[in-house]
């Protein structure tokens, strides 16, 4: 593919779900990623679609997140057919414990939230501490898995005519006057009619961009245990701290926000405090082996939403990064967005919250 319509700088989730819609819409496009498809924030996640939440978050970041995940259900069969890959969507549902009077206090007071008792949760799921004052369920709350999703739009994508270039970083756009004409970095020189930047935490490292792309790195760490046979079946919060069933056996437990650089060492303080949250909502998995423990990086922009949209000043240059512990739920939506904004010229749902121009002084 020598000239494509358009390059996508970083092959996580984001970047290959727009290849996807790109492809789709008959656009011919390539992904040049620093290292795997999927290999940093995508892989590491823990792929939950959580689009509703005990604290109420003001528009329209909400209605972006619950159109985001209804897509999931479509997606799901699509991909499933085009590539082969089930990405296990589960939609049991999500449960916050209450751990204190003064938790069960703050739900009564808000509306709409399914309240459980203790008895209720325990009849669901009998894993679950006594120690609980009830629990918030969240039914529309969902949750797949992060690497089948990205190995199935990578496989789609590619049989729609996409290019992939693993293992090549792209250190900066090239420009003529204030028009991007491709990338330029270690092991490929590419030109294209377009450019998306959609790489992650390493978003602000390339050049080209005026006034630069400021994206901080926060690391997440996780582990996962063996549950076989399943403890749970709902996605399980106790405060911060989730606890994620897999298909597999596996069970997810997450996750840190460290703000620590690009530092992706699991430490044991990291660890700690994950399982003793852990332990506090299912005491049985004391006894479970410990199958595996990570870190990833997410992107997070300074006001913590996600920048997506035309990149100011320059054309034919835009960027979809910063969607910090959202990725993998805004996948779909950011990618249709994105689509409909270069084929379309105007997207479904308003980009105004997350423009990159909002930074600009």
Not at 29 to 47: F, H, Q, T
Not at 103 to 124: F, I, M
Request: proline share 6%; glycine share 10%; net charge neutral.
């Amino acid at each position: 593919m020598a000239h494509p319509d358009v390059v996508i700088v970083g092959g996580g989730v984001i970047g290959c779900a727009t290849a996807y819609e790109l492809a789709k819409a008959g656009l011919t496009a390539a992904v040049v990623e620093r290292g795997e498809p999927g290999c940093e924030a995508s892989g590491a996640a823990a792929g939950m679609l959580a689009a509703e939440w005990i604290d109420g978050r003001d528009e329209p970041f909400p209605l972006f997140a619950r159109t985001s995940r209804d897509l999931y259900a479509s997606l799901a069969d699509e991909l499933r057919a085009e590539s082969g890959v089930d990405i296990e969507r589960q939609t049991t549902g999500h449960l916050h414990l209450l751990g204190s009077q003064t938790e069960l206090e703050k739900a009564r007071a808000l509306p709409g939230l399914a309240l459980l008792s203790p008895d209720e949760v325990h009849r669901l799921e009998p894993a679950v501490s006594q120690q609980i004052f009830g629990a918030i369920l969240f039914r529309g709350n969902h949750w797949v898995n992060n690497q089948r999703v990205v190995a199935a739009l990578v496989q789609a994508s590619a049989r729609r005519g996409v290019a992939y270039h693993p293992g090549s970083e792209v250190t900066e756009v090239t420009l003529e006057k204030n028009k991007v004409t491709g990338v330029r970095g270690r092991g490929l020189t590419l030109q294209a009619g377009r450019v998306i930047v959609t790489a992650g935490a390493w978003s602000g490292m390339i050049s080209g961009l005026s006034p630069s792309l400021t994206v901080e790195p926060v690391k997440g760490q996780m582990l996962a245990v063996e549950t076989v046979p399943a403890l749970i079946r709902h996605c399980v919060y106790r405060n911060e701290v989730y606890l994620v069933p897999r298909p597999s056996g596996e069970l997810l437990i997450g996750a840190t926000v460290e703000r620590v650089g690009y530092d992706k060492h699991v430490t044991p303080e990291g660890l700690h405090w994950l399982l003793s949250e852990a332990l506090a909502a299912v005491p049985a998995l004391a006894q479970r082996p410990i199958v595996r423990s990570w870190a990833g990086i997410r992107p997070a922009s300074s006001d913590g939403l996600p920048i997506i949209g035309a990149w100011p000043g320059l054309e034919r240059c835009f960027v979809a990064t910063g969607h910090f512990r959202n990725g993998i739920l805004l996948a779909p939506i950011t990618a249709k967005l994105m689509r409909e904004l270069i084929v379309d010229g105007a997207p479904s749902l308003s980009l105004a919250p997350f423009r990159p121009d909002r930074f600009l002084t």
